[in-house]
Protein backbone atom coordinates (compact mmCIF):
# COMPACT_ATOMS: atom_id res chain seq x y z
CA UNK A 1 0.00 0.00 0.00
CA UNK A 2 1.36 3.68 -0.78
CA UNK A 3 1.83 6.47 1.42
CA UNK A 4 -0.56 8.02 0.08
CA UNK A 5 -3.26 5.31 0.30
CA UNK A 6 -2.05 5.31 4.03
CA UNK A 7 -2.92 8.50 4.07
CA UNK A 8 -6.22 7.89 3.05
CA UNK A 9 -6.77 4.36 5.60
CA UNK A 10 -5.44 6.75 8.35
CA UNK A 11 -7.93 9.73 7.53
CA UNK A 12 -10.95 6.90 7.32
CA UNK A 13 -10.06 5.00 10.63
CA UNK A 14 -9.30 8.58 12.38
CA UNK A 15 -13.02 9.37 11.43
CA UNK A 16 -13.93 6.25 12.49
CA UNK A 17 -12.84 6.32 15.37
CA UNK A 18 -14.02 9.66 16.10
CA UNK A 19 -17.47 9.17 15.40
CA UNK A 20 -17.48 6.37 18.35
CA UNK A 21 -16.28 8.99 20.45
CA UNK A 22 -18.94 10.50 23.14
CA UNK A 23 -17.50 12.04 26.13
CA UNK A 24 -14.39 14.24 26.84
CA UNK A 25 -12.27 11.64 27.70
CA UNK A 26 -12.59 9.70 24.93
CA UNK A 27 -11.91 12.49 22.93
CA UNK A 28 -8.64 14.06 24.54
CA UNK A 29 -7.78 10.01 24.09
CA UNK A 30 -8.23 10.64 20.23
CA UNK A 31 -6.03 13.63 20.15
CA UNK A 32 -3.16 11.78 21.26
CA UNK A 33 -3.49 8.48 19.39
CA UNK A 34 -3.74 10.90 16.60
CA UNK A 35 -2.27 14.53 17.01
CA UNK A 36 -0.03 13.55 20.37
CA UNK A 37 3.60 13.61 20.40
CA UNK A 38 3.46 9.58 19.02
CA UNK A 39 0.22 10.58 17.02
CA UNK A 40 -0.40 8.87 13.63
CA UNK A 41 -1.04 12.26 11.91
CA UNK A 42 2.32 13.71 13.39
CA UNK A 43 4.38 10.43 12.34
CA UNK A 44 2.80 11.05 8.67
CA UNK A 45 3.93 14.21 8.67
CA UNK A 46 7.00 13.74 9.73
CA UNK A 47 7.01 10.45 7.09
CA UNK A 48 8.03 13.11 4.46
CA UNK A 49 11.65 13.20 5.16
CA UNK A 50 11.61 9.71 4.37
CA UNK A 51 10.32 9.47 0.87
CA UNK A 52 11.95 10.16 -2.38
CA UNK A 53 11.85 14.24 -2.86
CA UNK A 54 9.91 13.68 -5.91
CA UNK A 55 6.94 12.49 -4.04
CA UNK A 56 7.17 14.95 -1.40
CA UNK A 57 5.00 17.12 -2.87
CA UNK A 58 1.64 15.31 -3.41
CA UNK A 59 2.24 13.56 0.03
CA UNK A 60 2.88 16.91 1.88
CA UNK A 61 -0.27 18.17 0.32
CA UNK A 62 -2.84 15.22 0.80
CA UNK A 63 -1.18 15.07 4.63
CA UNK A 64 -1.97 18.53 4.95
CA UNK A 65 -4.85 17.95 3.50
CA UNK A 66 -5.75 15.07 5.88
CA UNK A 67 -4.19 16.96 9.06
CA UNK A 68 -6.90 20.08 8.43
CA UNK A 69 -9.78 17.82 7.52
CA UNK A 70 -9.31 15.36 11.19
CA UNK A 71 -8.33 18.91 12.96
CA UNK A 72 -11.92 20.59 11.53
CA UNK A 73 -13.77 17.08 12.29
CA UNK A 74 -12.01 16.89 16.28
CA UNK A 75 -13.28 20.56 16.60
CA UNK A 76 -16.87 20.02 15.53
CA UNK A 77 -17.11 16.34 17.94
CA UNK A 78 -15.45 18.38 20.73
CA UNK A 79 -18.33 21.13 20.13
CA UNK A 80 -20.74 18.08 19.92
CA UNK A 81 -19.47 16.19 23.16
CA UNK A 82 -18.88 19.35 25.24
CA UNK A 83 -22.58 20.12 24.71
CA UNK A 84 -23.53 16.75 25.10
CA UNK A 85 -22.04 16.33 28.43
CA UNK A 86 -23.16 20.07 29.57
CA UNK A 87 -26.64 18.40 28.87
CA UNK A 88 -26.08 15.46 30.80
CA UNK A 89 -24.91 17.68 33.38
CA UNK A 90 -27.76 19.70 33.56
CA UNK A 91 -30.11 16.83 33.12
CA UNK A 92 -28.44 15.23 36.24
CA UNK A 93 -28.75 18.62 38.15
CA UNK A 94 -32.12 19.34 36.70
CA UNK A 95 -34.84 19.91 39.45
CA UNK A 96 -37.87 17.97 38.94
CA UNK A 97 -40.25 21.23 40.29
CA UNK A 98 -42.47 19.04 40.65
CA UNK A 99 -41.09 16.97 42.76
CA UNK A 100 -42.22 17.68 46.88
CA UNK A 101 -39.08 20.10 48.27
CA UNK A 102 -36.99 18.62 51.27
CA UNK A 103 -39.26 20.39 54.30
CA UNK A 104 -36.34 22.96 55.44
CA UNK A 105 -35.72 21.61 59.14
CA UNK A 106 -37.40 24.05 60.75
CA UNK A 107 -36.07 24.88 64.49
CA UNK A 108 -37.92 25.99 67.36
CA UNK A 109 -38.23 28.11 70.26
CA UNK A 110 -36.72 26.57 73.04
CA UNK A 111 -38.65 25.73 75.52
CA UNK A 112 -37.04 28.11 78.26
CA UNK A 113 -38.01 31.05 75.50
CA UNK A 114 -41.51 29.51 75.13
CA UNK A 115 -42.18 29.73 78.90
CA UNK A 116 -40.50 32.94 78.81
CA UNK A 117 -42.58 34.52 76.20
CA UNK A 118 -45.80 33.11 77.79
CA UNK A 119 -45.23 34.20 80.88
CA UNK A 120 -44.50 38.05 79.44
CA UNK A 121 -47.52 37.86 77.67
CA UNK A 122 -49.73 36.77 80.85
CA UNK A 123 -48.24 39.83 82.73
CA UNK A 124 -48.33 42.14 79.48
CA UNK A 125 -52.34 41.94 79.84
CA UNK A 126 -52.08 43.17 83.43
CA UNK A 127 -49.89 45.86 82.22
CA UNK A 128 -46.44 44.94 82.83
CA UNK A 129 -43.59 46.07 80.48
CA UNK A 130 -40.52 43.67 79.57
CA UNK A 131 -37.51 45.55 80.90
CA UNK A 132 -33.89 44.00 80.11
CA UNK A 133 -31.11 44.62 82.58
CA UNK A 134 -27.58 43.65 82.04
CA UNK A 135 -25.84 40.06 83.34
CA UNK A 136 -22.58 42.12 84.83
CA UNK A 137 -23.87 44.19 87.55
CA UNK A 138 -21.88 46.03 89.95
CA UNK A 139 -22.51 44.49 93.77
CA UNK A 140 -24.03 47.75 94.71
CA UNK A 141 -26.98 46.82 92.16
CA UNK A 142 -27.00 43.56 92.93
CA UNK A 143 -26.64 43.32 96.59
CA UNK A 144 -26.29 46.68 98.88
CA UNK A 145 -28.79 48.73 96.97
CA UNK A 146 -31.74 45.47 97.35
CA UNK A 147 -30.79 45.98 101.38
CA UNK A 148 -28.34 42.90 101.15
CA UNK A 149 -25.69 44.88 102.82
CA UNK A 150 -21.94 43.50 102.84
CA UNK A 151 -21.47 40.74 104.87
CA UNK A 152 -25.68 40.21 105.13
CA UNK A 153 -26.14 36.17 105.64
CA UNK A 154 -28.44 36.58 102.81
CA UNK A 155 -25.10 36.80 100.41
CA UNK A 156 -25.22 33.57 101.41
CA UNK A 157 -28.24 32.37 99.98
CA UNK A 158 -26.28 33.27 96.39
CA UNK A 159 -23.14 31.95 95.57
CA UNK A 160 -21.32 34.79 93.31
CA UNK A 161 -19.55 34.83 90.49
CA UNK A 162 -16.93 38.01 90.91
CA UNK A 163 -14.84 39.56 88.75
CA UNK A 164 -11.46 40.04 88.99
CA UNK A 165 -12.78 43.60 88.97
CA UNK A 166 -13.65 44.84 92.57
CA UNK A 167 -17.66 45.32 92.81
CA UNK A 168 -18.37 43.54 89.36
CA UNK A 169 -20.34 40.25 89.35
CA UNK A 170 -22.18 38.11 87.59
CA UNK A 171 -25.82 38.93 88.30
CA UNK A 172 -27.39 36.12 90.90
CA UNK A 173 -30.74 36.91 90.49
CA UNK A 174 -32.76 40.01 88.30
CA UNK A 175 -33.35 42.20 90.73
CA UNK A 176 -30.55 44.71 90.19
CA UNK A 177 -32.62 45.21 87.08
CA UNK A 178 -35.21 46.65 88.81
CA UNK A 179 -33.17 49.25 90.85
CA UNK A 180 -31.96 50.71 87.72
CA UNK A 181 -36.15 50.34 86.20
CA UNK A 182 -37.23 52.68 89.24
CA UNK A 183 -34.68 55.10 88.68
CA UNK A 184 -35.58 55.46 85.41
CA UNK A 185 -39.28 56.11 86.44
CA UNK A 186 -39.65 57.48 89.57
CA UNK A 187 -41.67 59.11 90.95
CA UNK A 188 -43.81 57.47 87.79
CA UNK A 189 -45.77 54.72 88.93
CA UNK A 190 -44.07 51.66 87.58
CA UNK A 191 -45.17 47.95 86.02
CA UNK A 192 -42.58 45.67 84.65
CA UNK A 193 -41.44 42.36 84.40
CA UNK A 194 -37.88 41.56 83.95
CA UNK A 195 -36.81 38.23 81.78
CA UNK A 196 -32.94 37.38 82.07
CA UNK A 197 -29.95 34.68 82.42
CA UNK A 198 -28.48 34.58 86.11
CA UNK A 199 -25.48 32.96 87.58
CA UNK A 200 -24.73 31.14 90.59
CA UNK A 201 -21.67 29.64 91.97
CA UNK A 202 -23.57 26.19 92.46
CA UNK A 203 -23.28 22.27 92.19
CA UNK A 204 -25.35 21.36 88.95
CA UNK A 205 -27.68 19.25 90.10
CA UNK A 206 -31.05 17.99 88.48
CA UNK A 207 -32.91 20.65 90.23
CA UNK A 208 -30.20 23.83 89.78
CA UNK A 209 -27.80 25.08 86.95
CA UNK A 210 -25.01 27.55 87.59
CA UNK A 211 -26.64 29.48 84.74
CA UNK A 212 -30.65 29.65 84.43
CA UNK A 213 -33.19 32.49 83.70
CA UNK A 214 -35.50 34.28 85.93
CA UNK A 215 -38.30 36.34 85.35
CA UNK A 216 -38.86 38.90 88.50
CA UNK A 217 -41.47 41.42 88.25
CA UNK A 218 -42.04 44.93 90.03
CA UNK A 219 -45.26 47.10 90.20
CA UNK A 220 -44.64 50.55 92.43
CA UNK A 221 -47.62 53.37 92.94
CA UNK A 222 -49.58 54.90 95.11
CA UNK A 223 -51.98 52.22 97.49
CA UNK A 224 -50.10 49.40 96.04
CA UNK A 225 -51.10 46.33 98.53
CA UNK A 226 -50.86 42.48 99.19
CA UNK A 227 -54.36 42.02 97.86
CA UNK A 228 -52.88 43.06 94.08
CA UNK A 229 -50.32 41.30 95.09
CA UNK A 230 -52.06 38.43 95.56
CA UNK A 231 -54.87 39.04 92.76
CA UNK A 232 -51.91 38.98 89.92
CA UNK A 233 -50.21 35.99 91.06
CA UNK A 234 -53.60 34.10 91.65
CA UNK A 235 -54.06 35.32 87.86
CA UNK A 236 -50.78 34.56 86.84
CA UNK A 237 -51.46 30.99 88.21
CA UNK A 238 -54.37 30.11 86.12
CA UNK A 239 -53.72 31.74 82.90
CA UNK A 240 -50.82 29.59 82.94
CA UNK A 241 -51.67 26.16 84.60
CA UNK A 242 -55.51 26.30 83.90
CA UNK A 243 -58.62 28.85 85.31
CA UNK A 244 -59.56 26.51 88.31
CA UNK A 245 -55.97 26.84 90.15
CA UNK A 246 -56.61 27.11 93.75
CA UNK A 247 -53.13 29.33 95.29
CA UNK A 248 -52.13 30.04 98.79
CA UNK A 249 -49.29 32.22 100.04
CA UNK A 250 -47.15 31.17 102.58
CA UNK A 251 -45.12 33.46 104.78
CA UNK A 252 -41.33 33.68 103.70
CA UNK A 253 -38.34 36.50 103.92
CA UNK A 254 -36.29 38.42 101.18
CA UNK A 255 -34.27 41.00 102.15
CA UNK A 256 -35.97 42.93 99.29
CA UNK A 257 -39.79 42.59 100.22
CA UNK A 258 -41.26 42.90 103.76
CA UNK A 259 -44.07 40.66 104.15
CA UNK A 260 -42.16 37.72 101.59
CA UNK A 261 -44.34 34.57 100.85
CA UNK A 262 -43.95 31.77 98.91
CA UNK A 263 -46.90 31.37 96.44
CA UNK A 264 -48.02 27.71 95.82
CA UNK A 265 -50.69 25.91 93.77
CA UNK A 266 -52.60 22.67 93.85
CA UNK A 267 -50.62 20.21 92.22
CA UNK A 268 -51.58 19.68 88.75
CA UNK A 269 -50.83 16.34 88.75
CA UNK A 270 -52.83 15.08 91.93
CA UNK A 271 -54.83 18.35 92.24
CA UNK A 272 -54.20 18.13 95.93
CA UNK A 273 -54.48 15.11 97.30
CA UNK A 274 -50.36 14.17 97.20
CA UNK A 275 -48.05 12.50 94.46
CA UNK A 276 -44.61 11.74 93.53
CA UNK A 277 -44.89 15.11 92.21
CA UNK A 278 -45.86 16.97 95.24
CA UNK A 279 -43.91 15.22 97.29
CA UNK A 280 -47.38 14.22 99.20
CA UNK A 281 -47.80 17.53 100.36
CA UNK A 282 -50.44 18.76 97.44
CA UNK A 283 -48.85 21.80 96.49
CA UNK A 284 -46.26 22.69 94.06
CA UNK A 285 -44.09 26.19 94.57
CA UNK A 286 -44.23 28.70 91.74
CA UNK A 287 -42.82 31.64 93.06
CA UNK A 288 -41.69 34.21 95.62
CA UNK A 289 -42.86 37.45 95.99
CA UNK A 290 -43.66 40.13 98.73
CA UNK A 291 -44.58 43.71 99.29
CA UNK A 292 -41.22 46.43 98.44
CA UNK A 293 -38.97 47.08 101.41
CA UNK A 294 -39.33 50.42 102.37
CA UNK A 295 -35.89 50.45 101.89
CA UNK A 296 -35.39 49.34 98.92
CA UNK A 297 -38.08 51.69 97.34
CA UNK A 298 -36.20 54.49 98.65
CA UNK A 299 -33.17 53.28 96.61
CA UNK A 300 -35.15 53.60 93.88
CA UNK A 301 -36.29 57.11 94.03
CA UNK A 302 -39.42 56.53 95.41
CA UNK A 303 -40.82 57.89 98.80
CA UNK A 304 -41.80 54.81 100.69
CA UNK A 305 -44.49 57.45 102.50
CA UNK A 306 -46.17 57.74 99.53
CA UNK A 307 -45.37 55.15 97.29
CA UNK A 308 -45.68 51.15 97.86
CA UNK A 309 -45.05 48.14 95.38
CA UNK A 310 -45.06 43.96 95.14
CA UNK A 311 -42.88 42.00 93.48
CA UNK A 312 -42.54 38.54 92.46
CA UNK A 313 -39.56 36.11 91.60
CA UNK A 314 -40.13 32.90 89.57
CA UNK A 315 -38.31 30.26 87.21
CA UNK A 316 -38.99 29.88 83.79
CA UNK A 317 -37.59 26.35 84.06
CA UNK A 318 -39.48 25.27 86.75
CA UNK A 319 -42.78 26.77 85.39
CA UNK A 320 -41.91 24.78 82.03
CA UNK A 321 -40.95 21.71 84.59
CA UNK A 322 -44.22 21.73 86.06
CA UNK A 323 -46.07 22.43 82.75
CA UNK A 324 -44.56 19.36 80.82
CA UNK A 325 -43.41 17.25 83.75
CA UNK A 326 -39.94 17.71 82.88
CA UNK A 327 -37.88 16.18 86.14
CA UNK A 328 -34.41 17.04 85.56
CA UNK A 329 -33.59 20.73 84.63
CA UNK A 330 -30.26 19.75 83.41
CA UNK A 331 -32.65 18.85 80.21
CA UNK A 332 -32.73 22.56 79.54
CA UNK A 333 -28.86 22.77 78.59
CA UNK A 334 -27.55 19.69 77.08
CA UNK A 335 -28.95 20.77 73.43
CA UNK A 336 -30.13 17.50 73.20
CA UNK A 337 -32.42 17.53 69.99
CA UNK A 338 -34.66 14.55 71.55
CA UNK A 339 -35.76 16.49 74.18
CA UNK A 340 -35.69 20.09 72.09
CA UNK A 341 -37.62 18.80 69.89
CA UNK A 342 -40.23 18.08 71.70
CA UNK A 343 -41.62 21.49 72.37
C1 LIG B 1 -36.65 44.86 93.89
C2 LIG B 1 -37.67 44.67 94.79
C3 LIG B 1 -38.15 43.41 95.04
C4 LIG B 1 -37.98 40.10 93.66
C5 LIG B 1 -38.42 38.85 94.27
C6 LIG B 1 -38.54 36.69 94.67
C7 LIG B 1 -39.37 37.13 95.62
C8 LIG B 1 -38.25 35.25 94.46
C9 LIG B 1 -37.01 33.60 93.40
C10 LIG B 1 -38.01 32.90 92.47
C11 LIG B 1 -37.41 31.73 91.83
C12 LIG B 1 -35.71 33.50 92.70
O1 LIG B 1 -35.27 32.06 90.56
S1 LIG B 1 -35.73 31.98 91.87
O2 LIG B 1 -35.15 31.05 92.72
N1 LIG B 1 -37.35 35.00 93.58
O3 LIG B 1 -38.78 34.40 95.08
N2 LIG B 1 -37.98 37.62 93.91
S2 LIG B 1 -39.48 38.82 95.51
O4 LIG B 1 -38.12 41.09 94.63
C13 LIG B 1 -37.61 42.35 94.40
C14 LIG B 1 -36.59 42.52 93.51
C15 LIG B 1 -36.13 43.79 93.26
C16 LIG B 1 -36.12 46.22 93.59
Not at 28 to 45: D, H
Not at 102 to 107: D, L, S, T, Y
Not at 262 to 284: A, F, P, S
Request: glycine residues 8%; contains cysteine.
Amino acid sequence: MSQLEELERLRETALERLRQVSTSEELEAWRIAYFGKKGAVTQALKAIGSLPPEERPEYGRVSNEVKLALQAAYEAKEREVREAELARALQARAVDVTLPGRPPAAGRLHPTTQTLRQIAHIFAQMGFQVYLARDVELDLYNFELLNIPPHHPARDMWDTFYTTREGVLLRTHTSPGQIHAMREHAPEPLRVILPGRCHRYEQVTARSESMFYQVEGLAVGRHITMADLKGTMVNFARQMFGPDRRVRFRCSYFPFTEPSVEVDMDCILCGGKGCRLCKGTGWLEIAGAGMVHPTVLQNGGYDPRVFSGFAFGMGPERIAMLRHRIEDIRYFYTNDLRFLQQF
